[in-house]
């Protein structure tokens, strides 16, 4: 998967407006204009594609992520050079305030079976004995899943079209 992709997917997963994009990418620090937004979301194939930078995908998670859960105090984070499907995975689950059970439920909605094991292999650090590379494979059904959970919850929620809480049920 690029990193448009990836990008994509989540714009359309949670409904995104231009303006919301560019104040995910302020929240960690990073100027960006409607023009590049607009040049990362086209296909590979047309003429005003740009590839989206491994820095600038890192800065939209981490602005996600203050946009979720709020700024941290202190230092920020520092923004990762380069990315693997195992960053982007661990900062998708640390936004959407994921726990393993949440996990693997999104990514049964997506006909995708993993066990917490082989899920929790993708978050160790590399060089421990049981830490696994992330595939696209893994990436893109857990991003199929939060899109099949949150679209459908957008449609029948219009008071909360981006919103990452659940709807509240009455008793």
């Given amino acids: 998967m690029t990193n448009n992709d ?22 960690a620090g990073e100027t960006v204009t409607r023009e590049q937004i607009s040049s990362w979301m086209k296909r590979d194939d047309h003429d005003d594609y740009k590839g ?3 820095y600038l995908l890192a800065t939209f998670l981490n602005g996600l992520i203050n946009d979720k859960r709020g700024v941290k105090e202190g230092e ?7 990315l693997t499907n195992n960053i982007i995975l661990r900062k998708l689950r640390i936004a959407l305030n994921y ?3 949440d996990m693997v439920d999104v990514m049964a909605l997506a006909d995708f079976q993993i ?3 082989e899920l929790t292999a993708f978050f160790r650090r590399p060089g421990h004995k049981h830490y ?6 893994i990436l893109r059904n ?6 099949i959970k949150y679209r459908s919850q957008n449609a029948t929620d219009s008071e ?8 509240s049920e009455e008793l």
């Fill in 76 to 82: 920020p984070a520092p923004i990762e050079k380069e």
């Fill in 160 to 167: 909360q079209p981006s919103s990452f809480e659940a709807p």
């Fill in 99 to 101: 726990i393993d059970n």
């Fill in 132 to 137: 696994r590379i992330c595939k696209d494979q």
């Fill in 6 to 27: 990836v990008l994509r997917r989540i714009r359309y997963t949670f409904n995104f407006s231009d303006s919301k994009m560019i104040s995910l990418f302020a929240l």
């Fill in 115 to 117: 066990s917490k094991p």
């Fill in 142 to 147: 857990f991003l199929q899943g939060i899109q």
């Fill in 52 to 54: 989206l930078k491994d």
